[in-house]
Nanobody, 128 residues
Framework: QARLVESGGDSVRPGGSLRLSCAASGFTLENGVIGWFRRTVGKDREGISCISGRDDTTFYADSVKGRFTISRDNAENTVYLQMDDLKPEDAGFYYC?????????????????????WGHGTQVIVPT
């Protein structure tokens, strides 16, 4: 069964770090673009970063640029999101998604473009 599974969510103090994982099974991530999205308090699900499954092309939303780093390990069929200098406003549910027709850039921050597969999310808690 093809699916995406996020993990790595936890409670961390402001200024701390977490690494989220997005593991694919039943299909390969190499053929698409993988995006990370989050739903925080009072906001709809927003795109924060994406990476090409074929090369090292990445894109970040301004809200996380310089603090978050997306990477992939094709051998593990997994994409990671390293989150540093976490802030209370980063708290929420984080999701990954994949689609073969999305391109890396502003387009990949649009959740409605990811039609193929979504994970169920992992929770990040950053107390104030």
């Amino acid at each position: 069964q093809a699916r995406l599974v996020e993990s790595g969510g936890d409670s961390v103090r402001p200024g701390g770090s977490l690494r989220l994982s997005c593991a694919a099974s039943g299909f390969t991530l190499e053929n698409g673009v993988i995006g990370w999205f989050r739903r925080t308090v009072g906001k709809d699900r927003e795109g924060i970063s994406c990476i090409s499954g074929r090369d090292d092309t990445t894109f970040y939303a301004d809200s996380v640029k310089g603090r978050f780093t997306i990477s992939r390990d094709n051998a593990e069929n997994t994409v990671y999101l390293q989150m540093d200098d976490l802030k209370p406003e980063d708290a929420g549910f984080y999701y990954c998604a994949v689609d073969s027709w999305v391109t890396v850039g502003v387009q990949c921050l649009d959740r409605y473009r990811f039609l193929e597969r979504w994970g169920h999310g992992t929770q990040v808690i950053v107390p104030t």
